[in-house]
């Protein structure tokens, strides 16, 4: 890459690149990270950047949010952990007893802690099979539900999550996720054909009688920001439920507000059997959950799903502080207020710039896609890759993801003056690649998702 970088950057990467192993880092242009708040980001030599992806959307309230980081001091001046696995700590139990809270569903629920969004999509593979007795589960193509190895046999995202690494977990199948701009086709024929592979499904070598659990993206994320039609999701669940298999949803990137909701599921009225969180759960600390109906949380025993560093009291402290900012300043609302005036800013740009073909999303929670062709959607990833890079020189960081689809999901407390500042420089780095200014040197395309 042709990017200038100040030496001190460019010598602190040197050095870490001896160190640090390649395959923990999907590679974009180089931001060095020495202190963040709010939507700020401040590199080692000094230069701000708004931040637009939130540490992958694990920092829904800001960074270092007050009442998060005062949480966790006061936690940390009691206890800084004890295994739940051995005995009891207040933060454990008041956080479980909140997610049954707000999460969807009037039923009694219970909650199992984890370190990462990966263990507690591990966690529904075990509780799905466990509960019904039947061996199968159905996920998607093009989902990401994390990097453990039942995760990753979730997910069908990259080759690289499968390449060297097989055998993965057995009879995990994937079925076509409904996206109506990638297939080019009404919302009713994607419905149709989407509905109808899993028809063919059970029809063919899957037996319904025999699937225990079907795991679903509500929105799916590094897919490319893609809302699946309310018609596709209502019909799923109703296949489910005809057959006893149960519904479970992956929130840990779409929920805690992100999509102007609660939870994503929302959108769709549907009560999920299980349901996942992480990321924006401890606003970027290590937590995760997975709260599912009782009876189904009841069929496995100890030590079937524990870890030591589970429910770790600061944490669970960060959660509930995280939680409350949430409720108290209203960003559920604020989310889904801002997410409908940035959509309309961007959507009032792809009749301005033929290389925006679609924008999409719900709530601070966008993919604007580009693309070579507005017609046959053919993605840009040379496009998409200068967008980013030339972003980030005039101090935005944002990342592409699907290849070609800029990812937009800054902090639910971002104000409005920020949101509009990081809109307009996009606005210019449009312009600049309109004008053909970004060279093609600028990026290398072995680089993003």
């Given amino acids: 890459m042709t990017q200038q970088k100040t030496s001190k950057a460019k010598q602190f990467v040197q050095d870490e690149k001896r160190y640090f192993a390649p395959f923990a880092r999907i590679p974009y242009y180089d931001l060095v990270i020495d202190h963040a708040l709010g939507s700020t980001l401040v590199d080692i030599d000094g230069k701000e950047y708004l931040d637009l992806i939130t540490s992958a959307s694990a920092i829904n309230v800001g960074h270092r949010h007050p009442k998060v980081v005062a949480a966790m001091r006061a936690q940390e001046d009691k206890l800084l952990h004890y295994t739940p696995a051995y005995y009891h700590t207040e933060p454990v139990v008041q956080l479980a007893k909140k997610l049954t809270e707000i999460t969807p569903g009037d039923f009694d629920k219970k909650v199992a802690f984890g370190l990462s969004g990966s263990d507690a999509n591990d966690a529904i593979i075990k509780l799905a099979r466990a509960y019904t007795k039947r061996p199968y589960i159905i996920s998607f193509v093009n989902s990401y539900h994390g990097a453990t190895y039942g995760s990753m046999s979730?997910?069908?995202?990259?080759?690289?999550?499968?390449?060297?690494?097989?055998?993965?977990?057995?009879?995990i199948f994937h079925i076509p996720y409904p996206d109506v701009y990638r297939a080019n086709k009404s919302t009713a024929e994607v419905v149709e054909e989407c509905i109808q592979a899993v028809k063919d499904l059970f029809a063919t070598y899957v037996p319904a009688e025999e699937v225990a659990c079907v795991i679903m993206e509500p929105v799916a994320g590094d897919a490319g920001i893609v809302v699946?039609?309310?018609?596709?999701?209502?019909?799923?669940?109703?296949?489910?439920?005809?057959?006893?298999?149960?519904?479970?949803?992956?929130?840990?990137?779409?929920?805690?507000?992100?999509?102007?909701?609660?939870?994503?599921?929302?959108?769709?009225?549907?009560?999920?059997?299980?349901?996942?969180?992480?990321?924006s759960l401890g606003s970027g600390m290590p937590i995760s959950a997975v709260v599912g109906r009782s009876k189904i949380m009841d069929s496995l025993e100890a030590p079937a799903h524990l870890f030591t560093t589970a429910g770790n009291p600061v944490c669970c402290a960060a959660a509930l502080a995280t939680i409350e900012v949430i409720e108290e300043e209203q960003l559920v609302e604020k989310s889904r207020v801002d997410g409908e005036y940035a959509k309309q800013r961007f959507q009032a740009m792809q009749s301005e710039f033929d290389f925006i073909g679609d924008v999409r999303g719900i709530g601070l929670n966008l993919g604007i896609e580009i693309v070579k062709d507005k017609v046959t959607h053919e993605k840009d990833q040379a496009a998409g890759l200068k967008i980013i890079y030339q972003a980030f020189a005039k101090g935005l960081a944002i990342i592409t993801i699907a290849k070609?689809?800029?990812?937009?999901?800054?902090?639910?407390?971002?104000?409005?003056?920020?949101?509009?500042?990081?809109?307009d420089t996009l606005h210019e780095v449009f312009t600049d690649l309109r004008d053909n200014k970004i060279p093609d040197a600028l990026v290398d395309e072995n680089v993003g998702w």
């Fill in 228 to 279: 699946p039609p309310k018609d596709y999701v209502e019909e799923l669940y109703a296949l489910c439920k005809e057959n006893g298999i149960l519904f479970a949803v992956d929130e840990v990137q779409q929920g805690m507000g992100r999509t102007g909701k609660w939870w994503a599921i929302q959108h769709f009225d549907i009560e999920p059997d299980l349901l996942s969180t992480a990321k």
């Fill in 154 to 171: 979730l997910s069908a995202l990259s080759l690289n999550m499968r390449r060297k690494m097989s055998p993965l977990v057995p009879g």
């Fill in 404 to 423: 070609s689809v800029l990812r937009f999901q800054p902090a639910l407390t971002m104000t409005r003056a920020e949101l509009d500042r990081a809109i």
